[in-house]
């Protein structure tokens, strides 16, 4: 349960838009309520805060959603948000067959008679980056054109183009060729990936032939938006039609919060007419027995009903064991009775949750390895060892280029590791403590460390993961009797039998002074001195010995 | 009176040392006596206590040349120049000054000096050299002398005169003061030398096992020995400080009753993301979000058939789109601990029961100090009938209350597979603000459902590396990995 490292989309919210959109809230106040709307509050200054979402709340993109939520928190205005289409826009959109295959949905709104001065446009901007690097995934599932409304004539085409087809694209001061574009703008070059697979490219051009974009690389120019536009038209295309309905709802939403007027417009594909934005919504039914059962409370009806509001929804009981919840338009994550659980939590107010303590009729314990582990870390403690962690994705030099030995035949690598010392899971723990002995050479000797941890290697196609053990012991006079004698300590006293050592070659050892570490007459393990050649790559001015052993075969043994 | 018997060996070396001197310096006495200086002066304190020796300190001054002088030395003094131009044939100082011989600032040095010294006398208006000017000058001998540095107290009347003369030149000697600390016995430490030569026992270091056994260690007086004196330092063997770490936690989960579980850090896609109700096309599951195993592209899902196809139809269900069971085959290194869990109770189906683990996770980053690319991830899992939020918080506020964390709070966050979903927040006094602390919620039926887990459960977890950050008081969670001696023999085992 660790939060994803992704990096999460921030809203910036200006406070005095804020105490307008929230009549006259107290900072304070908004500060302490955000959090339980499960927004992260990253900076605030004199004149804005900052939040953080998760982005499985595309509502909550802009500072509008965010007050929209707030203000039911609050209980300023609770219940299902007001929607309602103004009327018909009179625009349609013709969609022509060739875009079945490249980019098939489109869907659309005309916007009227708003304002985008005052913030608005800046909210707007920002939302649509962050829905089309979340649900939109990075453009390729789909995108949104945002355009001036004043400029377009009805009906639309949308259709495909060759690649040498010109117009000229946003902010740019003459005509590109498609195929330019794709080759010379960054634009272009960041998006372009997602239509490789074609020779046909989607554009969506008025009546007059302005074109209103190439999706879902770039708008025209012909239809840009300033702040000054009081009438807009927008568009999504996807691949997924489900997406694109939903990109939409929380586009007219947030516009219609925003003070537009919201107008249909007419799909027409084939002989197919439907009029967007679909904006009907879902009602869920859950027992109020289960509700109440997750969450550990025994709310009545009413008081449900109440709390739900507060998360924006409507609820109705319906004969006492029953809620029906009307579910907004832009909550695309509410699906499942346990999702109206949740609502009913935050309208709740999680700060308001008692905790409670079930007795436990479990006994714990440790796991059985890691008793065994635990006995061989303290068997070698007590024999003046230093436990060190290394990591498990280690580098081909530290591994093989020391020893100047060639990797194995099927070495780990990992795929396009952001740090080249950890692209490759480790096939041996004796090359990485040897790494942890060159970051001490100017401590004082001797040094001894050991690492118990997991080593891989693949062996018929499939993958092993061992647990091993390993020991390094750098003085001036270490040496192989040492080593030894401690692998022996270790085996005797954490499993009573004796080890014995055979004579045998291993890349990391010196000449001649090698064994392979036999244990109820199986190979376990190595054991050497280290080869001066690994020494001096490692910047190391000691000798070193060492061992190796493989844990599982001689704990399963015992 | 002492008798010899309570010397210690450093107090009889110095003591002998000073038997037939007036006094030494600390520096002679170690050089005489083999000690170093720090057991000289411990020495010293103890035989001064015992009123056998005085120290007395002594400031001396010592004349050295300086560069400037060495320069005249040289070249020669201003006089002398002045004169040695003369002889060449200059008859003022015109020419002299012309020739460059001497420089504007010293004509009046030279003039002086040599009239002094009798070199030169005006005749006619012209300077000419007398055959006094052949000698050397007080000044030069003076400088030649002290050119090894000479002790004033070594001075001459004769030299102090000339020294006042020499002092008024620019940059020609330099005085140091030194300070001497001289040992001297007292008359009662001379009172009992004679005792101390009497030595009449043998003095032994060792205890030996010959000596032991044989009796003759009645006979024999041992030394005493310099129990102040500093040893070698070594070190202890030791755990990992984020083993002690994971220790302590894993004892606080056993005492409330969770068993410890395990499982491979190599999981298909299918555990890792799908079961867990995360899209096949989440950005999560992206290259540069999650480490895949490079010409490993499929392995086969250890799921049951059946547990395949219901996950898959929750995903057909859920997201209008196709499930690839190709996408579900590709083997990662696990991004969290869920997948274990999860695998675990779909094995054991228990209605009850609590489990944890602490165990690697593996997210493709780039390291810095505040972020690793693998690091422990720490979770626990209860399972029972009619869990509920309540009893989550419950086992947060039971769990971090075991780890001296009393100032909580709890935030309502999101995961693919937990619905509801709640963050902690654990007050920091040190660092004096709310730091996130561990991730929970109860597992989503789309999630157990499938696997055939009848009953409710409970989950939380975080990462481990920033709770030891806190505790050692690191900024950089590289060190953790560094394996630094200095910091491994360093951390004190005990935290207070």
New interface residues.
């Given amino acids: 349960m660790v939060e994803g490292r992704a990096k999460m989309p921030v809203v910036t919210v200006k406070i005095k838009r804020l105490k307008k959109l929230i009549s006259d809230i107290r900072v304070d106040t908004a500060l302490e309520m955000l959090p339980f709307i499960g927004l992260d509050i990253e900076g605030v200054d004199k004149e804005t805060i900052r939040v953080e979402y998760n982005p499985n709340r595309p509502d909550l993109s802009s500072d509008i959603g965010i007050a929209r939520a707030l203000r039911g928190l609050l209980e300023i205005e609770t219940g299902l948000p007001k929607f309602k289409l103004a009327g018909k826009s009179g625009i349609a959109i013709r969609v022509q067959g060739s875009v079945c295959k490249v980019r098939p949905y489109i869907v659309a709104f005309a916007a009227n008679d708003g304002t985008l001065q005052d913030e608005t446009l800046k909210q707007l901007i920002s939302m649509q980056e962050d829905l089309h690097n979340g649900i939109g995934r990075k453009r390729r599932k789909a995108s949104i054109g945002i355009h001036n409304l004043d400029v377009i004539t009805s009906p639309i085409t949308y259709k495909t183009v060759t690649g040498d087809y010109s117009f000229r694209p946003l902010n740019e001061s003459s005509d590109f060729s498609i195929d330019c574009i794709l080759s010379d703008l960054e634009i272009g070059k960041q998006y372009g990936h997602i239509l490789a697979d074609f020779d046909r490219y989607p554009l969506l051009i008025d009546n007059a032939g302005k074109v209103l974009s190439f999706p879902p690389v770039i708008n025209g120019q012909a239809t840009r938006v300033t702040d000054n536009c009081s009438n807009l038209f927008v568009e999504v295309t996807a691949i997924d039609e489900d997406t694109a309905e939903d990109l939409l709802a929380i586009l007219a939403i947030t516009l219609y919060d925003a003070g537009f007027d919201i107008n249909s417009v007419n799909i027409e594909s084939g002989k197919k007419t439907s009029k967007t934005p679909r904006m009907t919504q879902k009602v869920i039914s859950a027992d109020v027995s289960y509700l109440n059962n997750i969450l550990g409370l025994s709310l009545g009806a009413k008081q449900m009903e109440h709390c739900l509001e507060k998360s924006r929804l409507d609820a109705s009981i319906r004969n006492r064991k029953n809620i029906a919840c009307t579910i907004p338009r832009y909550r695309i994550d509410i699906n499942h009775p346990i999702d109206i659980a949740e609502e009913l939590a935050i309208g709740y107010g999680i700060y308001n949750l008692e905790p409670s303590f079930p007795a436990s009729y479990s006994v714990g314990e440790k796991n059985s390895l890691s008793v065994h582990f635990n006995a061989i870390r303290e068997s070698l403690i007590g024999l003046g060892m230093i436990e060190s962690l290394n990591f498990l994705l280690t580098s081909k030099e530290v591994q093989y280029d020391t020893f100047d030995a060639p990797p194995p035949k099927h070495p780990l690598f990992v795929e396009t590791s952001k740090s080249i010392e950890h692209e490759l899971l480790r096939d041996s723990l004796i090359p990485v403590l040897l790494k942890s002995l060159s970051y001490n050479i100017h401590e004082q000797y001797p040094q001894k460390l050991f690492e118990i941890g997991k080593t891989f290697l693949k062996s018929n196609r499939m993958i092993e993961e061992r647990w091993s053990v390993g020991a390094v012991i750098a003085n001036t006079e270490s040496g192989y009797t040492e080593i030894k004698s401690a692998m022996q300590a270790l085996l005797r006293s954490c499993f009573g039998r004796e080890a014995i050592t055979t004579p045998s070659t291993n890349h990391m050892f010196m000449k001649g002074r090698s064994a392979q570490v036999m244990f109820e007459g199986k190979s376990v393990g190595i054991i050497g001195e280290i080869t001066p050649l690994a020494l001096e790559k490692f910047k190391l001015r000691m000798p070193v010995a060492a061992f190796e052993i493989n844990l599982l075969p001689t704990i399963k043994d015992k | 009176m002492t008798t010899a018997e309570a010397f210690h060996p450093i107090e009889r070396s110095i003591l002998y040392a000073l038997s037939n001197k007036d006094n030494l310096s600390i520096d002679s006495l170690a050089a005489n006596t083999g000690l170093s200086i720090d057991q000289i002066r411990r020495g010293i304190e103890w035989l001064k206590f015992k009123n056998l020796i005085s120290v007395e300190q002594f400031s001396r001054q010592r004349i050295l040349v300086a560069p400037g002088g060495l320069k005249a030395t040289k070249n020669g003094l201003p006089e002398r120049r002045l004169v040695n131009s003369l002889k060449k044939g200059k008859v003022n100082i015109a020419e002299v000054l012309a020739a460059g011989d001497i420089k504007n600032e010293e004509i009046n040095a030279a003039i002086a000096g040599a009239r002094r010294n009798h070199w030169i006398e005006l005749i006619e208006g012209k300077m000419i050299p007398t055959h006094f000017a052949d000698n050397q000058s007080p000044e030069e001998g003076f400088l030649t002398k002290i050119i090894p540095g000479i002790e004033i107290s070594k001075l001459t009347q004769e030299d102090r005169n000339v020294l006042e003369e020499i002092r008024k030149r620019p940059n020609y000697v330099l005085i140091k003061e030194e300070k001497e600390t001289l040992i001297s016995l007292t008359e009662s430490a001379r009172q009992i030398l004679p005792t101390l030569n009497r030595e009449e026992y043998e003095e032994r270091r060792l205890l030996t096992p010959e000596l032991i056994t044989s009796g003759k260690w009645k006979e024999t007086r041992f030394s005493s020995l310099d129990v102040e004196a500093p040893t070698p330092?070594i070190?202890?063997?030791?755990?990992?400080p984020?083993?002690e770490i994971i220790e302590e936690i894993?004892e606080i989960?056993?005492?409330?009753?969770?068993?410890?579980?395990?499982g491979?850090?190599?999981q298909s896609s299918f555990w890792n993301f799908d079961a867990l109700f995360t899209p096949q096309?989440h950005?999560?599951r992206e290259?540069?979000?999650t480490?895949?195993?490079?010409?490993?592209t499929q392995?086969p899902i250890s799921a049951s058939k059946d547990q395949i196809t219901r996950v898959s139809r929750i995903h057909k269900q859920?997201w209008?789109?196709g499930w690839d069971v190709r996408e579900g085959q590709r083997?990662v290194?696990r991004t969290?601990t869920?997948p274990v869990t999860v695998q675990h109770l779909a094995k054991v189906k228990s209605d009850?029961?609590?489990f944890f683990l602490i165990d690697?996770?593996?997210?493709?980053?780039?390291?810095s100090y505040k972020?690793l690319?693998?690091f422990y991830?720490i979770?626990g899992v209860a399972i029972?009938p009619?869990?509920?939020?309540?009893?989550l918080?419950?086992?947060?506020?039971?769990f971090y209350a075991k780890m001296g964390l009393t100032r909580i709070?709890?935030?309502?966050?999101?995961?693919?597979y937990?619905?509801?979903?709640?963050?902690s927040m654990v007050y920091n006094e040190r660092l004096e603000r709310w730091i996130?602390l561990?991730?929970?919620?109860?597992f989503?039926?789309?999630v157990t459902e499938p696997l055939g887990i009848k009953n409710?459960v409970l989950?939380?977890?975080?990462?481990l590396e920033r709770i030891a950050m806190l505790r050692f008081e690191l900024d950089d969670v590289r060190e953790?990995?560094?394996?630094?001696?200095?910091w491994?023999?360093g951390v004190p085992k005990c935290q207070l």
């Fill in positions: 330092v070190f202890p063997g030791r755990r990992h984020l083993m894993k989960f056993i005492g409330l009753g969770f068993s410890e579980i395990e491979p850090i190599i096309d950005p999560a290259l540069q979000d480490f895949y195993i490079s010409n490993q392995q859920r209008n789109r083997p290194l969290h869920t009850a029961g609590r690697k996770v593996f997210r493709n980053e780039k390291l972020h690319a693998e991830q979770e029972a009619d869990a509920s939020l309540r009893e918080i419950g086992l947060q506020k039971e709070k709890f935030w309502p966050t999101f995961f693919p937990t619905e509801p979903s709640l963050q996130e561990f991730g929970m919620g109860i989503r039926p789309e409710r989950a939380w977890g975080g990462g953790l990995y560094r394996n630094k001696l200095a491994l023999r």
